[in-house]
């Protein structure tokens, strides 16, 4: 079990990365969950090429994570230059860069039923549950393999959906399952799609302790500052490494807690300084632009990370380490805004730089579901996450749309406060998995 969360750790982390490289100016909120739950289903509806793939993927990719700490490198002695095509380079480098076998130390299948046995014992929470389907255009309902059908039934607790509408009963299966927080995951440009395969994950929970309203400012990731709805109040456990000091929050049945870490002014000053000294060393930053900045913008950076920080920082953390590390020795107060956040990716490309790639030509092999010649379009994720004082609200659905082929003495005080951008992430607690996790850059 521990190979098979490892190599669920190391999914995730490329995931954010990808995505960071790619999109740092937004706030994202994803859960890896639901994704590698739909991988899962689509490895179980493939045969060939497109099966080896996906599974490959499962059990950790083509890609090192090597190779992403050098893109982030290259992206950090380009960025200083202002030049697109250094902001290009770290987002081929973070994901694509040399590839390499990468040792797996479980595989595909193992990865499939131990998903299967995580999501069987996260729905034993009333805050967690994880629905999956299949919809299908009425016409070729009855092409579905019969063996398919019986092992989305019993393995995945799955249903088939045989529809006259498959993007409007999509929606309203998206609706249903996930509590109304996503109404809409398919659309009028997916009349084409003869099948859907869907998984969401939502989680819904108050919390354990009560936090109190109190109002103070937020620094946005562009240094902007704006005055917000924060909480404070007590969390049980203290986290700190290199990067990161944060907190874990108990929600009301204790079988999840929320995770905040916020970057340490200290290591994003570091980080600047190496990445400064190397940019220098190359010739790329000259006197006029190191002199220019103001005391505020100088003083902004020490505490604002930028995507390079980011991309190092989650590279170099092992969350598991992370998790496992958790104290309860400090008398601890925590501060973080209120927020909501959604989010939307279609997640083709990062497929594709996973290896990836015969899923998503009219050449697949999906006979062991259908004998229908279909391939994957598209793989989209929808999420949205509302956080407040009384709890928090979360859900994910991920869509594959296929078309026909052509203790008792005084503790020290600590307090950690979320009043700029954050990483963060909603964990089961027996592991610390992350079913969702985000970057909050701006309220």
């Known amino acids: 079990m521990k190979n098979c969360l490892k190599e669920y750790l190391k999914f995730t982390r490329l995931l954010m990365i990808y995505h960071l490289v790619n999109r740092m100016d937004e706030n994202i909120i994803m859960s890896p969950f639901s994704i590698q739950m739909l991988l899962s289903l689509i490895s179980d509806a493939t045969a060939g090429t497109a099966h080896n793939e996906v599974i490959r993927a499962l059990e950790g990719g083509t890609v090192g994570l090597g190779s992403a700490r050098r893109g982030s490198t290259a992206g950090q002695e380009n960025a200083g230059r202002g030049s697109a095509v250094g902001q290009e380079n770290a987002g081929r480098g973070s994901m694509a860069g040399h ?5 797996r130390s479980a595989s595909g299948q193992e990865i499939s039923e131990w998903l299967i046995y995580i999501q069987e014992r996260m729905g034993r929470s009333p805050a967690f549950a994880s629905s999956n389907a299949v919809c299908l255009r009425q016409d070729i309902g009855s092409s579905v393999n019969d063996k398919f059908r019986e092992h989305l039934e019993n393995f995945y607790n799955g249903e088939i959906i045989s529809s006259s509408d498959p993007v409007g009963d999509v929606n309203r299966w998206a609706a249903r399952v996930s509590r109304g927080m996503i109404n809409k995951i398919a659309d009028k440009s997916m009349s084409n799609v003869l099948a859907f395969m869907l998984n969401c994950v939502v989680f819904e929970s108050k919390w354990r302790y009560i936090y109190e309203d109190v109002k103070l400012d937020f620094t946005n990731a562009d240094s902007s500052v704006k005055k917000v709805p ?29 995770m905040g870490l ?69 008398d601890l107060h925590v501060i973080m805004p209120e927020f909501k956040s959604e989010f939307t990716t279609n ?97």
């Open 99 to 103: 590839r390499r076998p990468v040792r």
């Open 230 to 258: 924060m909480m404070a109040g007590m969390a049980e456990y203290y986290l700190e490494n290199k990067y990161f000091t944060g907190f874990l929050r108990p929600y009301e049945d204790r079988a999840f807690y929320f």
């Open 262 to 330: 916020l970057p340490k002014k200290e290591a994003i000053a570091a980080f600047r300084r190496k990445a400064q000294a190397r940019q220098e060393a190359i010739g790329g930053l000259h006197q006029e632009m190191r002199t220019e900045k103001n005391a505020t913008d100088r003083e902004a950076e020490q505490k604002i990370p930028n995507r390079d920080f980011w991309t190092h920082a989650l590279y170099e953390t092992d969350f598991t380490r992370l998790y496992d590390s958790r104290t309860s020795s400090y």
């Open 347 to 443: 997640l083709e490309s990062f497929c594709n730089e996973l290896g990836m790639k015969e899923i998503f030509s009219p050449g697949a092999d999906f006979s062991p579901m259908t004998s229908e010649q279909i391939f994957l379009e598209s793989i989209i994720q929808k999420a949205r996450i509302e956080v407040d004082r009384h709890g928090t609200r979360a859900a994910a659905i991920s869509m594959g749309a296929m078309p026909k082929s052509i203790g008792a003495h005084v503790r020290e005080r600590r307090v950690v406060r979320l009043d700029r951008p954050f990483l963060y992430a909603i964990v089961e607690c027996m592991n610390g998995m992350p079913v969702f996790e985000g970057i909050l850059n701006q309220i």
